[in-house]
């Protein structure tokens, strides 16, 4: 056991790490949202705080369009490959080991992440999912590709054949839904935008009370992210996402992506003429970005692939890359600093208090600074900081941090 040790940095996948990075600043663009706002003014562009109008809702577009969806698809594919990378064969019992202590103490750090600083953690789901996923590691690509993309559709099914079934219920039915989902009354988002501003103590049990509203969902949520995470271990194991495939394999899914990401678009626009009516919304409205979603995300992945491959646009690959190897580190990193900016008593108190386009300046400066402080961290450190608390909690041993430390 103690000669288990994490991948030394010359051992690294340099491709895994710059796909990893976009998608976790790509995620921040879709997050910030919710993190400003009541979570149905996130999900209905039309709703305040945060609605727009003609002339802002390219903010909105180009955060569908471009990022949602993909960016937490992209980042599943990701998590399913490190499965495997970490745990290895099922017969490797050591690593197995290994593998069970990662998602078990990611299961506490997403708990109170979820809790104490924003509801929308991802982490929890993540690993109770891949408490699951992991049994699936010694399965064939071919094996894996079938049954995730069974799962895929199915969750995606249940996901958008639930939303098309609101147009059957009693009108008090629907209205209750509406209310609760989508358009709330005013006076719920003044007490929102309160309860949020006040201060700590009132901030906090607000994102707790969203926090367990949103944990009903997650067996649904984590049917379409243990399919997703079985398609990104099989494209692993495939070369893949090594960058062993052929180019005319990452020609191909460039294409189809660009296809899928033309209609995508296409339905974003039609969801504009119709102003984002909730029936509508709950079902063909969000079908296509729901079902092409991985599709646009190997788009991506080929792209940044490809630039590796080749060795262009290394100012933008090698930033990248750091970024990826501290994620963990990244992704709390955007929740602090997005709830110091929008929290009462954790920091400024301007929840409620931003529209859309400026959260996109907001996004950018962020992302500006985890791409500039991620490469200055690694040229003195072997790892982020949590990434090494995650590390030392899973290999049960000392782990070196510093360039000169032993590991």
């Not at 745990?87 to 992440?113: C, I, N, Q, T």
């Not at 559709?153 to 996901?159: A, G, R």
């Amino acid at each position: 056991m103690t000669d288990l040790a994490p991948v030394q940095e010359q051992s690294r996948i340099k491709s895994l790490d710059v796909v990893r990075g976009f998608a976790l600043l790509g995620i921040l663009a879709v997050n910030a949202a919710f993190f400003a706002a009541p979570f149905q003014a996130a999900q209905n562009p039309l709703l305040p705080p945060i609605a727009i109008d003609a002339s802002t809702m390219w903010s909105w577009f180009l955060m569908h369009v471009v990022f949602e969806f993909k960016m937490i698809t992209l980042f599943s594919m990701l998590f399913g490959a490190s499965i495997y990378l970490v745990g290895g064969e099922r017969s490797d019992k050591d690593r197995g080991g290994v593998l069970h202590r990662r998602l078990a103490w990611m299961v506490l750090f997403g708990a109170l992440h979820g809790a104490l600083i924003w509801y929308g953690d991802i982490l929890l789901v993540y690993a109770l999912t891949g408490f699951l996923v992991m049994f699936a590691r010694s399965w064939r690509p071919r094996t894996l590709f079938i049954v995730g993309g069974i799962l895929f559709v199915l969750s995606t099914v249940i996901f958008v054949g639930a939303g098309a079934a609101m147009q059957f219920a009693p009108a008090e039915a629907l209205e209750e839904m509406r209310n609760k989902m989508w358009s709330p009354p005013a006076e719920e988002i003044e007490r929102i935008i309160a309860a949020y501003q006040a201060g700590v103590v009132s901030a906090t049990r607000e994102n707790i009370d969203n926090w367990l509203s949103f944990l009903g969902y997650m067996p649904m949520f984590m049917i379409r992210t243990a399919g997703v995470m079985m398609i990104g271990m099989a494209l692993f194991k495939t070369g893949f996402f090594s960058g062993k495939s052929p180019y005319w394999v990452y020609l191909l899914m460039a294409l189809i992506g660009a296809a899928a990401l033309a209609v995508v678009a296409r339905q974003a626009w039609i969801n504009w003429q119709l102003r984002f009516d909730f029936v509508h919304m709950m079902g063909a409205g969000n079908l296509a970005n729901t079902a092409l979603s991985p599709f646009i995300s190997l788009l991506y992945a080929s792209l940044l692939i490809m630039l590796v491959k080749s060795g262009a646009l290394r100012l933008l690959t090698e930033p990248l890359a750091a970024a990826g190897r501290m994620a963990f580190t990244n992704y709390i990193a955007q929740s602090l600093i997005m709830t110091t900016i929008f929290y009462g008593g954790r920091g400024f108190g301007l929840w409620g208090e931003v529209d859309r386009p400026t959260l996109w300046a907001i996004v950018l400066a962020i992302w500006a600074v985890q791409l500039i402080w991620s490469p200055l961290w690694l040229s003195r450190f072997k790892m982020g900081p949590l990434e090494w608390l995650w590390r030392r909690l899973s290999y049960a041993h000392p782990v070196g941090m510093t360039k000169t430390a032993a590991a």
